[in-house]
């Protein structure tokens, strides 16, 4: 399983980027997909996330940041408006392996949770 974040870049407050995140080996629809960033020397957070027919989203974020799947059956975009200089960090996309999405609703903001994670995109809010 490979993820690829993508999408990530420097932004003035108020603006929006949209982040996706490409899975090779790895059916974005059928499993579990969760969204983190992380800032140099904080704990990775759990930002958003998709399970079994229902979507989180951690509270500072939600009704800024919203979840898609793509039409290509292995991508998913975070759409990311309102930016604010707090949304700064690096962030990562994660998966969770197939079959294990039980108790999703409890976890899916537990970083580790998940068995595959990307490699990263920054985003920057100035």
């Known amino acids: 399983v490979q993820l690829v974040e993508s999408g990530g870049g420097s932004v003035q407050a108020g603006g929006s980027l949209r982040l996706s995140c490409a899975a090779s080996?790895?059916?974005?629809?059928?499993?579990?997909l969760g969204w983190f960033r992380q800032t140099p020397g904080e704990e990775r957070e759990g930002v958003a996330a998709r399970g079994p027919s229902n979507t989180r989203y951690a509270d500072s974020v939600n009704g800024r940041f919203t979840l898609s799947n793509g039409n290509d059956k292995n991508i998913q975009y975070l759409q990311m408006n309102s930016l604010k200089p707090e949304d700064t960090g690096m962030y990562y996309c994660?998966?969770?392996?197939?079959?294990?999405?039980?108790?999703?609703?409890?976890?899916?903001?537990?970083?580790?949770?998940?068995?595959?994670w990307g490699q990263g995109t920054q985003v920057t809010v100035s």
């Open positions: 080996g790895y059916t974005v629809l059928s499993g579990c």
């Open positions: 994660a998966a969770r392996r197939y079959g294990e999405c039980y108790f999703w609703a409890n976890n899916w903001s537990r970083k580790t949770w998940y068995a595959y």
